[in-house]
């Protein structure tokens, strides 16, 4: 479970790490476009404004694919985990009935002796 835990958060670390690099480049993008922009300011205004807004959406789409992503892997770290539970629980069981097995062959081994003795 250890090692589920560990894949689940090396994902969230990548995904932070993601989102670090791609807030800091668009950081970098606008305050370059705004240093070299050779046109006046209501038109660079105007393309920032456009700009600005087909970034956010490229933005948005990329976090709705992470989150996507991440809750893909969550799911089949949950499914795994699950399966894992099923298949202790059933050796648990499975342990159980053959030591009922074992106690109830000497319960009888038992009563047999007594019933023996008794006899005698």
């Not at 090396?10 to 791609?22: E, H, K, W």
């Not at 893909?72 to 499914?79: E, F, G, M, R």
Request: some cysteine; hydrophobic content about 35%; charged content about 25%.
């Amino acid at each position: 479970m250890n090692t589920h835990e560990q894949e689940h958060g090396y994902v969230i670390s990548q995904a932070g790490g993601f989102f670090t690099g791609l807030l800091a480049g668009c950081l970098i993008g606008a305050g370059t476009m705004l240093l070299l922009a050779p046109q006046s300011g209501k038109k660079t205004r105007a393309k920032i404004q456009h700009e600005g807004m087909e970034l956010r959406d490229r933005v948005t789409e990329t976090v709705e694919d992470a989150v996507a992503q991440t809750r893909d892997k969550a799911d089949q770290v949950t499914s795994l985990v699950h399966k894992q539970a099923e298949a202790l629980q059933q050796r648990g069981q499975d342990a159980l009935d053959e030591q009922m097995d074992v106690v109830s062959d000497v319960v009888e081994a038992e009563k047999t002796a007594v019933r023996n003795i008794s006899k005698n």
